[in-house]
C-alpha cells in the first residue's frame, strides 16, 4: 500500500480546538479519518514549525488521500500538504527503467 507524509497546518480555529480537546482526541480523529478510507495511520506527531503535525499514512489510493485532505480542508480548522514515500526499493526499481530525456538546450 502507498505511503504518504501528510503535513497539517492548522488555522486559529483549529489550533484553539486541538487546545480544548488536547493531542489524543486528534490522533483517535486522525486514525478514524484514514482507516475510514481503507488506509492505516502509522504514526502522527505534533510539531514546531512549518507544520503543526505531521503524520505517515498508508492509503489504498491517491484518490483517498485525496479525500482526506479535502475533509481537512473543507472542515476550515486545517490545511495539508502530502508527499508520496518511496520504499528504498522503489527507488531501485526506478533506477533500473531505461528513460529518454533531453534536458532544455542540449
Request: charge should be negative; glycine fraction near 10%; avoid cysteine.
Amino acid at each position: 500500500m502507498p505511503k504518504y507524509l501528510v503535513a497539517v497546518s492548522y488555522t486559529a480555529d483549529g489550533a484553539r480546538g486541538v487546545a480544548k480537546e488536547g493531542g489524543n482526541a486528534r490522533l483517535q480523529a486522525a486514525r478514524d479519518l484514514v482507516e475510514g478510507l481503507g488506509g492505516t495511520l502509522e504514526t502522527m506527531y505534533f510539531a514546531f514549525g512549518d507544520a503543526d503535525v505531521y503524520a505517515i499514512i498508508d492509503a489504498p489510493t491517491q484518490s483517498d488521500v485525496a479525500a482526506a485532505a479535502l475533509a481537512l480542508g473543507a472542515s476550515g480548522a486545517a490545511s495539508t500538504k502530502t508527499t508520496v514515500l518511496l520504499t528504498p526499493e522503489e527507488v531501485d526499481e526506478a533506477a533500473r527503467k531505461a528513460v529518454s530525456y533531453r534536458p532544455p538546450g542540449a
